[in-house]
């Protein structure tokens, strides 16, 4: 059996502290959405399709909330921002610089006149679980075997070699783990690797608290994130099993899981977003506003691919005639 937590605990539970919502109270509790954007603030523009950072189509500027949340839909927990806009644009630029093959509209968004210091939404879930699996376990031996072969005079030989084998035992047993916030994007779509935010520093939220910074809506519901987050805590609980089941292989062949102890808290995260139009698409960078990491989407240019695809036939030609008697 192990018991364990997915990663150091995020934050006390003690009075005046963050706190942590029973799941099935928040799922209960009606109007805890917000409103969803349907004009673009700044331009006027309708929004359609959401594309990342939730930007405007028109204007490219980041569809955010005029103001503070307030009830239902009020955040528990925030961290400050650690990085001003110099030191974004500074792990811009050197993401930028390692990003091969793309055109030279993506190398100038390096020089954007100014980023857009906004929160992201997070949800944060916690809870107790404990898994029932069956499985079986492979432990790697080794035999002696008698084998014969002809030789080259069409003789019969024969020899003992050592052969390995994996024996197989039937095993059954269960793993508990506590999770401790894990978190989940509350506003979709972001990058697919969304750069981790170290949450030592967070304070309770308060009115004002976010500093005049703009705020991304969330439109990911609290029980679609937690669906979410039981994804993840799967992988992490094969991992457990397969290391309760033991031995040099193992196959897992059913799993049963039961949660308790359920809670969600929301959490607004600090992020540096730039934007820029290449061709016909929207593109965005995300910059963590506490480690400075970087994620985004980026183009990638056809002329440069074309002239790489012709470098390697090039080369590849070159070798075969060398090459040739």
């Not at 304070?203 to 703009?214: I, L, N, V």
């Amino acid at each position: 059996m192990s018991d364990g937590t997915l990663a150091e605990p995020v934050w006390d539970n003690a009075p005046g502290q963050i706190p942590r919502h029973p799941l099935r109270a928040v799922l209960a509790a009606p109007g805890r959405a917000v409103a969803p954007i349907e004009a673009c603030r700044q331009c006027g523009a309708a929004v359609g399709e959401k594309v990342f950072a939730l930007c405007c189509a028109s204007c490219a500027q980041p569809l955010t909330l005029d103001s503070d949340l307030t009830e239902p839909a009020r955040p528990d927990a925030l961290a400050l921002f650690a990085l001003d806009e110099a030191g974004a644009r500074t792990a811009l630029r050197a993401w930028i610089a390692h990003r091969r093959l793309a055109p030279k509209s993506f190398k100038a968004a390096a020089a954007v006149r100014s980023l857009d210091g906004v929160y992201l939404p997070f949800w944060a879930f916690s809870a107790s679980t404990r898994t029932n699996y069956v499985g079986r376990r492979g432990v790697h031996k080794s035999r002696s075997v008698y084998r014969t072969h002809t030789n080259s005079e069409g003789q019969s030989e024969g020899s003992w070699e050592t052969e390995r084998y994996t024996d197989w035992d039937h095993t059954a047993g269960q793993v508990v783990r506590y999770f401790d916030g894990v978190r989940v994007p509350a506003c979709t779509p972001l990058p697919d690797k969304v750069p981790d935010w170290p949450l030592a520093a967070l304070a309770p939220y308060a009115q004002g608290a976010t500093e005049g910074r703009r705020i991304i809506a969330y439109d990911l519901e609290p029980g679609q994130g937690f669906v979410q987050a039981t994804y993840l805590m799967g992988e992490q609980i094969e991992r457990d099993v397969r290391a309760d089941i033991g031995g040099d292989e193992q196959r897992i062949k059913e799993v049963a899981t039961d949660y308790a102890d359920e809670s969600c808290t929301l959490l607004l995260l600090p992020a540096w977003l730039v934007t820029y139009a290449h061709a016909t698409r929207t593109f965005s960078a995300l910059v963590n506003g506490s480690t400075g990491e970087v994620a985004g989407d980026r183009p990638y240019s056809r002329t440069k691919i074309s002239v790489l695809i012709g470098a390697i036939v090039l080369v590849a030609a070159v070798v075969i005639l060398l090459l040739r008697p």
